[in-house]
């Protein structure tokens, strides 16, 4: 794994000693107690990233196995990568453990800017290792390495993305569709889907060529308690307070239904960008 990622400072390869990687530049990365490296060391602050209350909401939400079909859609289009799989953004680990799973043949690498998700990520799969990222800089990893990059419900960053892809890679892009957890988008208030976000995000990929897409929608049955972690764990957590989302839950029914509605779209590489140079 170490092979595969590069020093975020100036893209030389790592070496470890005891609890430390760091490159022939001197620079150096301390493994954390939780098994996880934070490359980010020294760079803007968490920005962006979920904070511990989210990401505790999104780790029991995701443990209940609402999501677990798209996890299973996740783990199908990514099950005949082999070698390297890379979840931008990817949380908990969750998805990514779901595709090593079902795909014997990789090893998995978690990014994150987030340090309470990267403590669940380094211990999400055995084959799978959590590194802190952002996914807005250069990614800290060798150029064509990953098999597969997964890009679930995060920021995505197509141009990080062409490059650590290998040429025969696959891009698995998980997005909400209009009307994604609408029931309870509605009733709490939350952030919705932004259309515009949408058609902005279908311009960035037009450089992939898409092998396939599947909508993955069913019904979700979520009691106050399940109902409430979806609402923490999303981008509405930041913007409300924590009281006042829990005092509209409250007023919700004993069981609301809502819908899971969500693409899984698989890209590769266009065949206009594999130049042989
Ligand atoms: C909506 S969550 C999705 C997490 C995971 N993919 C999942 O679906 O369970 C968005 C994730 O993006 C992370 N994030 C936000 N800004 C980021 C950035 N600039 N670089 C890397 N990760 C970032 C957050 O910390 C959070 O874990
Ligand atoms: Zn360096």
Redesign the pocket.
């Known amino acids: 794994m170490l092979a595969d990622l590069r020093c975020p400072v100036c893209a030389d390869p790592f070496t470890r000693s005891a609890g430390t990687v760091s490159c022939p530049q001197g620079h150096a990365f301390d493994v954390a107690r939780q098994g996880y490296l934070n490359l980010t060391a020294g760079a803007r602050g968490p ?4 904070t511990a209350a ?2 505790a909401a ?1 780790a029991a939400f ?1 443990a209940a196995g609402h ?1 677990a079909l798209i996890a299973d859609a996740v783990a199908d289009a990514t099950a005949h990568a082999a070698g390297l799989v890379v ?6 680990g ?2 990514l453990a779901a595709a090593l799973g079902k795909n014997e043949r990789a090893t998995g690498l978690c ?4 340090v309470p ?1 990267l403590r669940r990520a380094a211990s999400a799969h055995a084959r799978a290792a959590a590194v802190g ?5 250069r990614l800290p990893l060798v150029t064509g390495r990953a098999a597969a990059v ?6 995505r960053n197509a141009d990080e993305v062409e490059r650590i892809l290998a040429l025969d890679g696959v891009f698995i892009v ?1 997005s909400p569709r209009d009307g994604h957890l609408r029931e309870l988008v509605d009733r709490l208030g939350l952030i919705g889907v932004d259309p515009d976000k949408a058609r902005r995000q279908a311009a960035t990929f037009a450089r992939f060529d898409q092998l396939a897409e599947q909508r993955v929608t069913y019904p979700l049955a979520l009691d106050h308690a399940a109902a409430l972690a979806a609402a923490e ?3 509405s957590a930041a913007h409300h307070d924590a009281a006042e989302l829990a005092r509209r839950a409250a007023h919700l029914p004993d069981v609301l239904e809502v819908r899971v509605d969500v693409s899984v779209a698989a890209y590769g590489r266009s065949v206009g960008s594999r130049s042989p140079l």
């Open positions: 920005g962006t990233a979920d989210m990401v999104r995701l999501f979840d931008v953004a990817g949380g908990t969750y998805y990014l994150d800017l987030s998700a990222a952002d996914a807005w800089q997964l890009s679930i419900f995060g920021p998980v764990m999303g981008p």
